[in-house]
């Protein structure tokens, strides 16, 4: 069995073992408690693993931001279901956010550690698995009646069943988040031990070898804490032969091998918003791979009290080697007068300095240092094959074969330009050839209808339909996909302006004369916090072949509802002005005013494709509207404010001291 679920890691879709995974992450203060900055993240950056090396359909994760008990019972009760139909399935639990002695502490109440534990026991999985990131979580591997179970390896049964829990601290310690790692310490190391940094070097990594890494580097990290030093604990109920692969390295889209030569500890930061992708304590003669998204990466090298940097680019495919040579000393620079220092984290005897000693590069000088050295990082990537995406060189201008610029230009004027650009040709032959089938078969229907092509008004009415409107949308999905291949931000927006184009279809038929009629116009939103922004309403105006003018305009309020993966549902209401020179009246001005639902799909982070339904009165008619557009989202991409300005006002390492 356990064979069976490392062949369905290696080969998913040749496997009939399912990977299914329902995560949690809970930021929502509790009485008692200060609302925490980074239990979502951990929670998406845990999805992300699992997808990219572990085995785990997008479709069959759950991802839940600060649930209510009911949110969190009915996603259980949707995986159960799911387990039902299948013959053999790996059911994994995680949970991130505020726990004591009785159970998770959930917006609303408490969730019991034996009710929880009972719930995922209850699944009709083969291996269940569940990893709470929590204070005093490690209560759930000492309930009563439980006892230990034996390793893996002593079993003589060839089947595996069972469970496995794994904890972030003790059954009376408290568990912590950094604001420099922008996560949770144990879920900082377990992640980066499932990309590679846990591997004994066959490219699996087993739940054994994920835990003794988390263990190790948590025990290590904390010790010099204001918190306090955390002791992840376990209690594995898995019966098999072998170890239970949960990732495999090698089935990453790209790959960064460290030599056995380098050492020292390792930090990997994503740009360009600096976040920690992955950390390794590397030891001399043994090499490490590890699995990464394509992108571009920021490279910090720690050995004893010195720090050295690099930068490196890795493409779709990328297997890259770190030369020596990439690495250079970090600039330091002393605080600016009157600004406060961060607290000074000492480490245990033995260990290297932690990440949390202060670190302040000159921000000025540090970047023309990292572009002075950028060509040695280029030259290195070139070598090994990881041809990614470069920073421009001071004096040297753009480097026109990796332009992110360029590559959405070329797919704004024809679909799929810039994924060729970018080395994507499969990727962009599927976008050209779905623009091109939709834009012509849009054309191809208008002809045999025998509508009027000239009397559309150009490009604004030429978005009317829904399938030139579907065509447009398309063409923006490219250009889109083309620029986030080299900026690569792997979170999408929370707040900042949101800027959109769409058309929508007048459905009602109470009166004849504005049955059917199409408007299409600009939207404009300011999401002034997560789930609840102001903005213009659908506003634009159109040329009918007979010379009469339609234009509409308003503003609009709208509440988001709990964010589902890449979707992001609304409620809305609008009101504004509706003028129709071809309406019979003495004055063509009309009120409008209703209630919408509207549904974003982000096909990138920043970019969106929207549907909506509305119903209300234009004038003394009802109106009953469908709608569809595009749109992109500007702002702060990935965490909500408060998290950026936390950092930036250097609170504490430590956050779940309750």
């Known amino acids: 069995m356990i064979l069976a679920f490392a062949l369905a890691l290696h080969a998913p879709a040749a496997a009939d073992v399912v990977r299914h995974a329902l995560l949690v992450g809970n930021n929502a203060p509790v009485p008692g408690l200060e609302s925490l900055l980074w239990a979502e993240e951990d929670a998406r950056r845990m999805s992300e693993v699992l997808v990219d090396v572990g085995g785990f359909e997008a479709d069959n994760i759950t991802v839940l931001r600060s649930p209510s008990a009911a949110d969190l019972e009915i996603a259980l009760a949707r995986h159960r279901e799911l387990a039902t139909t299948q013959a053999e399935d790996l059911f994994?639990?995680?949970?991130?956010?505020?726990?004591?002695?009785?159970?998770?502490?959930?917006?609303?109440?408490?969730?019991?550690?034996?009710?929880?534990?009972?719930?995922?026991?209850?699944?009709?999985?083969?291996?269940?698995?569940?990893?709470?990131?929590?204070?005093?979580?490690?209560?759930?591997?000492?309930?009563?009646?439980?006892?230990?179970?034996?390793?893996?390896?002593?079993?003589?049964?060839?089947?595996?069943?069972?469970?496995?829990?794994?904890?972030?601290?003790?059954?009376?310690?408290?568990?912590?988040?950094?604001?420099?790692?922008?996560?949770?310490?144990?879920?900082?190391?377990?992640?980066?031990?499932?990309?590679?940094?846990?591997?004994?070097?066959?490219?699996?990594?087993?739940?054994?070898?994920?835990?003794?890494?988390?263990?190790?580097?948590?025990?290590?990290?904390?010790?010099?804490?204001?918190?306090?030093?955390?002791?992840?604990?376990?209690?594995?109920?898995?019966?098999?032969?072998?170890?239970?692969?949960?990732?495999d390295v090698r089935r990453a889209s790209a790959r960064l091998r460290l030599p056995s030569e380098l050492a020292g500890v390792l930090t990997v930061l994503r740009e360009p918003d600096e976040q920690p992708v992955a950390e390794v304590a590397k030891r001399e003669g043994q090499e490490t791979v590890l699995a990464l998204p394509a992108g571009t990466y920021r490279l910090q090298l720690r050995v004893g009290g010195d720090t050295q940097e690099g930068r490196i680019g890795l493409s779709e495919g990328a297997d890259l080697t770190v030369p020596a040579m990439a690495f250079r000393a970090a600039d330091r620079s002393v605080a600016l007068k009157g600004e406060a220092e961060e607290p000074v984290h000492a480490a245990p005897p033995g260990e290297e300095p932690a990440a949390d000693e202060p670190f302040r590069p000159n921000r000025i000088l540090g970047r023309a240092a990292e572009w002075s050295g950028e060509t040695l990082m280029q030259a290195g990537a070139r070598l090994q094959g990881g041809d990614g995406p470069r920073e421009r060189e001071p004096g040297k201008g753009t480097d026109l074969r990796h332009s992110p610029a360029i590559a959405a230009a070329a797919s704004a004027l024809l679909p799929g330009a810039g994924q060729a650009y970018n080395g994507q040709w499969t990727r962009g032959a599927a976008m050209f050839g779905g623009w091109a089938l939709t834009t012509g078969g849009s054309f191809s229907i208008a002809r045999a209808r025998g509508d009027s092509l000239e009397g559309w008004g150009g490009m604004m009415a030429g978005g009317l339909t829904p399938g030139l409107m579907m065509a447009q949308g398309l063409r923006g999905w490219a250009a889109a996909d083309a620029w986030q291949h080299h900026r690569n931000e792997g979170r999408r927006p929370v707040t900042g302006l949101v800027l959109g184009y769409g058309t929508l279809w007048h459905l009602s038929e109470a009166s004849p004369q504005t049955a059917g009629i199409a408007s299409a116009g600009l939207s404009a939103d300011w999401v002034i916090e997560p789930g609840f922004s102001l903005g213009l309403d659908r506003t634009g105006f159109l040329t009918r072949p007979d010379g009469s003018l339609l234009i509409d305009t308003g503003t609009r309020l709208t509440w988001g509802i709990t964010e589902q993966g890449r979707f992001r549902p609304g409620l809305f209401l609008y009101g504004g002005l509706h003028l129709d020179t071809a309406l019979d009246r003495s004055i063509p001005v009309l009120g409008r005013a209703g209630l919408g639902a509207q549904l974003r799909a982000y096909l990138t982070p920043r970019y969106f494709l929207e549907t909506e339904l509305r119903a209300g009165q234009r004038g003394e008619d009802p109106e009953v509207n469908a709608g569809g557009g595009f749109g992109l989202h500007f702002g702060q991409a990935g965490a909500a404010s408060a998290k950026e300005r936390a950092v930036k006002e250097k609170k504490p390492e430590w956050k779940r001291i309750d």
Not at 155 to 184: F, K, M, V
């Open 92 to 247: 994994f639990f995680y949970y991130s956010g505020h726990a004591d002695h009785g159970g998770l502490r959930l917006v609303d109440q408490t969730l019991a550690f034996d009710h929880l534990r009972a719930e995922v026991r209850a699944m009709p999985s083969e291996v269940k698995i569940g990893v709470l990131d929590a204070c005093r979580s490690g209560e759930i591997t000492r309930l009563k009646g439980l006892a230990m179970a034996p390793a893996f390896m002593d079993e003589a049964d060839l089947s595996a069943r069972g469970e496995a829990w794994l904890t972030a601290a003790s059954a009376d310690e408290s568990a912590q988040e950094s604001d420099r790692l922008q996560g949770s310490f144990f879920t900082h190391y377990l992640v980066s031990g499932l990309r590679g940094a846990a591997d004994s070097g066959n490219g699996l990594v087993s739940l054994d070898e994920a835990y003794a890494y988390a263990y190790e580097r948590t025990v290590a990290r904390t010790g010099g804490t204001l918190g306090g030093t955390q002791h992840p604990s376990y209690d594995f109920r898995i019966q098999g032969k072998g170890d239970l692969p949960l990732t």
